[in-house]
Nanobody, 125 residues
Framework: QVQLVESGGGLVQAGGSLRLSCAASGNAFSNYAKAWFRQAPGKAREFVAAINWSGSTYYADSVKGRFTISRDNAKNTVYLQMNSLKPEDTAVYYC???????????????????WGQGTQVTVSS
């Protein structure tokens, strides 16, 4: 069982940056595909970005070019660097992991079964 703990959320002005971290414990974490999702008030949870064991990345169109997902397998940590933040990026951000090393390329948001508790990101205008 993988346990995921997010950190790094906070309040930032539009145009600013934040870096989220997700530390994990549990067997074989370093080989699992990881992702970030977010959920804004009154909206469904949505996919943000994913990364497989080798570092291949996938992004939602809404964050492409502004957000970067990365991982440090030695530290069992995945990151989300968020630049040029917009008020519509305001949400609770969740880290997630699959039980497989790869992302489903045709559907990058699929198959994530392990979830963290979330960290709040608020972008003021």
């Amino acid at each position: 069982q993988v346990q995921l703990v997010e950190s790094g959320g906070g309040l930032v002005q539009a145009g600013g940056s934040l870096r989220l971290s997700c530390a994990a414990s549990g067997n074989a974490f370093s080989n699992y595909a990881k992702a970030w999702f977010r959920q804004a008030p009154g909206k469904a949870r949505e996919f943000v970005a994913a990364i497989n064991w080798s570092g291949s990345t996938y992004y939602a169109d809404s964050v492409k070019g502004r957000f970067t997902i990365s991982r440090d397998n030695a530290k069992n940590t995945v990151y989300l660097q968020m630049n040029s933040l917009k008020p519509e990026d305001t949400a609770v951000y969740y880290c997630a992991a699959r039980n497989y090393p790869t992302v489903v390329a045709a559907s990058p948001s699929s198959g994530f079964v392990n979830w963290g508790q979330g960290t709040q990101v608020t972008v003021s205008s």
